[in-house]
């Protein structure tokens, strides 16, 4: 006999077309009783779509209201829910603010702006404006839902244009509605701009506008864009050059250290980094590269010879036993020596004193990454590491490790 539990037999696994057509009563009542597994519940209220049994609406809306539920049932819920006016209230209740179960806060404003709430809007661009896609997403479709409602002049009007969140905005209407945001480059926050030049889609407008730009950065972020468009390195070189090839001077930082990071980060940083940053990375010649397991052997070799008893090398991943990132862990015969050894350039260090390992590694062409050219700040570049999307110092960029 179909049941839910047979619908749904363990946790991420169910017959999405067996719970379409399954009884919509049965599976109201199932999700209102919070006894049940969530993530049987879960996929329950998705297959309620547009089907919900009136009398079961405030049993479900309990549900979305109870603090001590599981948030993923009742973030599907305020989906399923949207249009019910009668959620508002609680919605702008100002204890929702003390509402922070995982993905919750996102989804309550999303569900106002559902509901045509013009006082989320402000909130509503800030979810819009930030990095990670899925809170991107969730904002954009609550001011989405009240552009619908009201016109865009009037949401426009609500957020205003004080902050960069609010500006990112400005730029999204006007994109959608087929305005050039071509003059938003030279925004004086680098997020804006960013946002701006992954809009744009006419090469020979990028070009007419580096005549124009009135700041070396829009200039940038043009040629920045122009590349995405055409993937022509020369002529991004060419329009560098044109510009006195401008680049972030780092003090400390010399061209071999620069050259490694650049390759690694340079490209693909975060939104705020310094366009000069992605301009150089596109302009650079890349460092030959690096023979990862090359690099061990000789390493491992090096430290043999040096009478230290190297263990076998293991990725940082695996070190951690999670994650991944940019360097090997070659244990030492003392019980808590290592040394780390980068993936991006013959650049060794240890967190522990280990002056015979280091004497062993440079001679046989490492270099030793000392404390003090370990905390160079790279400024300007901005790399995402354990939540953060800030500038690093060098010994984190070489020996990256994120879970």
């Known amino acids: 006999m179909v049941s839910i539990e047979t619908l749904v037999p363990e946790a991420g696994r169910f017959d999405a077309e067996g719970l379409r057509a399954f009884d919509a009563d049965a599976l109201a009542a199932y999700v209102a009783d919070p006894a049940h597994p969530w993530w049987r519940r879960r996929p329950c209220v998705h297959a309620l779509a547009g089907r919900v049994p009136e009398h079961r609406a405030a049993a479900l809306i309990a549900r979305v209201h109870d ?28 204890d929702r603010k003390q509402d922070t179960s995982y993905g919750m806060p ?54 205003g244009d004080a902050r960069p969140e609010d ?23 680098r997020s804006v701009a960013h946002r701006a030049q992954s809009l744009l889609t ?3 407008r990028l070009r007419g506008y580096l ?44 061209e071999e250290l620069r050259a490694a990071i650049v390759e690694e980060y340079g490209q693909y940083c975060e939104e705020r980094s310094d366009p000069r940053w992605r301009v150089e990375a596109i302009c650079a010649e890349p460092p030959v590269p690096v023979d990862e ?25 695996e070190y951690h036993q999670q994650g991944g990132g940019t360097y090997h862990v070659i244990g030492l015969g003392s019980e808590d020596g290592a040394v780390d050894l980068s993936t991006l350039g013959p650049f060794a260090t240890s967190h522990t004193p280990e002056p015979a390992a280091r004497a062993a590694l440079e001679a046989a062409g490492f270099r030793w990454i000392t404390p003090r050219t370990g905390a160079i700040r790279v400024t300007g570049l901005c790399v995402y590491y354990f939540g953060g999307r800030r500038p690093l110092d060098v010994s984190t960029l070489l020996f990256y490790w994120q879970d």
Not at 73 to 94: C, F, Q, S, Y
Not at 293 to 317: I, K, N, W, Y
């Open 167 to 189: 500006r990112i905005f400005q730029v999204r209407v006007r994109h959608r509605a087929g305005q050039d945001v071509t003059d938003a480059l030279a925004d004086p926050d």
């Open 67 to 94: 603090v001590q539920d599981v948030a993923e049932v009742r973030i599907a819920l305020l989906e399923l829910l949207a249009g019910r006016t009668e959620l508002l209230d609680w919605l702008r209740h100002p």
């Open 211 to 254: 005549r124009t730009a009135p700041t070396i950065e829009a200039k940038l972020w043009a040629a920045y864009a122009l590349h995405r468009l055409t993937g022509d390195a020369a002529e991004t070189r060419a329009i560098r050059a044109s510009l006195g090839s401008p680049r972030v001077e780092v003090a400390g930082l010399d």
């Open 106 to 159: 996102e989804a309550i404003l999303k569900a106002r702006g559902l509901l045509g709430d013009r006082t989320a809007a402000g909130e509503l661009a800030t979810l819009a404006a930030e990095p990670w896609q899925r809170m991107r997403a969730t904002g954009e479709a609550g001011l989405d839902a009240l552009v619908a409602r009201y016109g865009a002049e009037a949401v426009l009007s609500d957020v």
């Open 293 to 317: 397991e090359a690099q061990l052997d000789r390493a491992t070799a090096a430290l043999t010879a040096a009478g230290l008893a190297p263990h076998p090398p293991v990725s940082c991943g």
């Open 202 to 204: 006419d090469p020979d």
